[in-house]
């Protein structure tokens, strides 16, 4: 090899990267310490490529209140990626769509706790709606499934 060093310092250079390429989407996540569908919601993240913290709080309308959700958009955390709130159990595929699309948008959010999304057991007894949040106007729908 005519450049050993440069090789080297390039394999290097590679390698140092890689660990901060691997690392998760960074997740906040004000959460009911005792809900356990949030828990899951936070593993479905997780084996999707998010990394997860979570704040364990009691006082979650406030949360939701100091974040901009309407009470009608409530769910049963409130989470922050990527500079957008993520209200309620969405799936994780719907968060990456989000940060893809990059609308101008405060967030989205899945409202309640239906059956069927990510963190509840049980089938859907039918399509679920994500909403846009998005101040002083009706709710948009951002996606189905």
Same mark, same amino acid.
């Given at each position: /090899?005519?450049?050993?060093?440069?090789?080297?310092?390039?394999?290097? #250079?590679?390698?140092?990267?890689?660990?901060? /390429?691997?690392?998760?989407?960074?997740?906040?996540?004000?959460?009911?310490?005792?809900?356990?569908?949030?828990?899951?919601?936070?593993?479905?993240?997780?084996?999707?490529?998010?990394?997860?913290?979570?704040?364990?709080?009691?006082?979650?309308?406030?949360?939701?209140?100091?974040?901009?959700?309407?009470?009608?958009?409530?769910?049963?955390?409130?989470?922050?990626?990527?500079? %957008?709130?993520?209200?309620?159990?969405?799936?994780?595929?719907?968060?990456?769509?989000?940060?893809?699309?990059?609308?101008?948008?405060?967030?989205?959010?899945?409202?309640? /706790?239906?059956?069927? #999304?990510?963190? /509840?057991?049980?089938?859907?007894?039918?399509?679920?709606?994500? %909403?846009?949040?998005?101040?002083?106007?009706?709710?948009?729908?951002?996606?189905?499934?």
């Amino acid at each position: /090899m005519r450049y050993p060093k440069l090789a080297l310092l390039t394999a290097l #250079a590679i390698g140092v990267q890689l660990p901060a /390429m691997a690392a998760g989407i960074p997740v906040t996540l004000y959460k009911n310490p005792s809900c356990g569908c949030c828990d899951a919601w936070a593993k479905d993240l997780a084996a999707n490529g998010f990394t997860v913290k979570t704040v364990n709080t009691e006082d979650l309308a406030s949360v939701a209140q100091r974040y901009g959700v309407p009470e009608s958009l409530e769910g049963c955390h409130t989470a922050i990626v990527g500079g %957008y709130v993520v209200e309620g159990l969405v799936p994780a595929r719907y968060v990456k769509s989000l940060l893809a699309q990059h609308p101008a948008t405060k967030g989205i959010a899945l409202p309640g /706790m239906p059956t069927g #999304a990510p963190g /509840m057991p049980g089938a859907r007894s039918g399509p679920l709606k994500i %909403y846009y949040l998005e101040s002083g106007s009706a709710p948009r729908v951002f996606a189905t499934f």
